[in-house]
């Protein structure tokens, strides 16, 4: 198998992982004033995500550790529209409360390819690698709010 069908077939979670970095550079060189830029970023990224696996081609790639069949493609896809749904919501509801974040789509991005790579999981290493990524982003995400102590608790649960 060549590098460049390897590639294709990880490109969603290849695609997000390099936008996540970009992204929180972005947010933290421009603070809250780039809260809704990133936003938007993100969610136009997992649109994108979400195209590249609904049209992305089928087949395994890194020894069979992560594979693209048609399940896989069908969950990739959803999770991603549906996180791309979930930032758009979530920063309206957070700026409505005056409590918006920059941090926030990213971790939901994060989350999302943790969610993706544990769809398309072909063997135990790449699920726990999935399921971890995944975690670690929502055990973030509860805990956002650090003047709550709700959200405090939730983040050592």
């Known amino acids: 198998m060549n590098l460049d069908n390897v590639l294709s077939i990880a490109a969603p979670e290849l695609l997000l992982g390099v936008l996540s970095l970009v992204l929180l550079l972005v947010g933290a060189i421009g ?3 780039a809260t809704s830029l990133v936003s938007i970023l ?4 997992l649109l994108a995500a979400a195209a590249l696996a609904a049209m992305g081609p089928l087949g395994s790639a890194f020894s069979g550790g992560f594979v693209a069949d048609g399940f896989a493609a069908f969950a ?3 999770i991603y529209a549906a996180s791309a749904v979930a930032v758009l ?23 999302a ?20 990524l995944q975690s670690l982003a929502l055990y973030v995400l509860a805990a956002l709010r650090r003047g ?3 959200a405090s608790e939730a983040g050592q649960k």
Do not use: C
Request: aromatic share 8%; proline share 4%.
């Open 148 to 150: 709550d102590p709700r």
């Open 113 to 132: 390819v943790g969610m993706g790579m544990t769809s398309a999981a072909g063997d135990l290493i790449a699920l726990y690698i999935g399921i971890e």
């Open 89 to 111: 919501l979530g920063d309206r509801w957070l700026a409505a409360r005056g409590d918006n974040k920059f941090e926030f789509p990213i971790l939901v991005m994060l989350a």
């Open 42 to 45: 993100s969610a136009l990224g």
């Open 31 to 33: 603070g809250r004033k």
């Open 76 to 78: 990739r896809t959803a």
